[in-house]
């Protein structure tokens, strides 16, 4: 699914973090590392957000920088902390998310109606809670057909029901479309409902790939 060829992220001087050509495959993955190993900065890199030394390929041959278009379609990402502009409504956000990532018609219905956002779907998002922006933010990296899903800490700020749901939403597309999801989180994954969820460990700047 990913390969990473002589990965390097500073910030100035400091090594932020390291992946030398490590390949992960299909699947499902927990990413785990202590409060500052890097985590954030990993998954943005992936969705192609921030600029690092070396490369990232998806399926082995769509480059994040030099496909970049391309890529991007493919790899989704929702935030720890999503911001959206507050004067646009859930829906006028959906709606331009649907269209970048050439949604079919209607997609985003299914997941509105399980996550129950429709009573709040349509109000400007400068009035909604932390759970509600969270609950949009992961409803936007559904959107599409992304081979891959990148959810920085999924499952927090939302209920226990709705973390439920989110759970079914990523068995329903690794089942149905064959989707990749790489997952951070510091609360343990549910190993009933996620059960081959693999993990991968950023220690002392650098990534690992333990199952």
Known sequence: ???????????????????????????????????????????????????????????????????????????????????????LTGREMIKLFAKARGAAVGQEEQYIE??????????????YSSGMNKKLSLLLAFLGSPKLILLDEPLITIDAASLLILYKWINERQEQDGTGFILSSHQALDREILPSAGELLIEHQTLTHII
């Open 114 to 127: 399980s996550m129950q956002m429709q009573s709040y779907v349509n109000r400007p998002i400068g009035s």
């Open 1 to 87: 699914m990913l390969q990473f060829v002589n990965f390097k992220k500073n910030y100035g001087s400091f090594a932020a973090l390291t992946v030398d050509n490590l390949q992960v495959g299909q699947g499902l993955y927990w990413l785990k590392g202590v409060n500052g190993s890097g985590k954030s900065t990993l998954l943005k890199s992936i969705a192609g957000m921030l600029s690092f030394d070396g490369d990232v390929l998806l399926n082995g041959n769509i480059s994040v920088k030099k496909d970049a278009v391309n890529y991007r379609r493919l790899v989704s990402f929702a935030e720890a902390e999503p911001l959206f502009p507050e004067f």
